[in-house]
């Protein structure tokens, strides 16, 4: 199960993988995209005018949601 509480994306198992990303403008793309393990990875949707995530969680790991711009996603889906 994925949650948001606060400022905190929390997972509600285990990981051995644990990662998250938002757009720059999260008005133009309200979600944090979330890898876990090595599962598909997920959108999980922000509400509008709450408070947007800075961190994700799970019971044994921790790391920032990381930013990302229109920019490095074109230059990454370039090189592929």
Excluded: C, H
């Excluded at 720059?24 to 944090?32: H, R």
Aim: no cysteine; charged share 30%.
């Amino acid at each position: 199960m994925i949650e948001i509480q606060g400022d905190t994306v929390v997972v509600d198992k285990e990981t051995t993988r644990l990662e998250g990303f938002r757009m720059e403008d999260t008005v133009k793309a309200p979600v944090i995209i979330l890898f876990v393990n090595e599962e598909e990875p997920q959108m999980v949707p922000l509400e509008k005018g709450s408070t947007v995530p800075v961190k994700v969680k799970s019971k044994n790991s921790e790391a920032e949601i990381q930013v990302i711009s229109y920019e490095e996603i074109k230059a990454t889906l370039a090189a592929r």
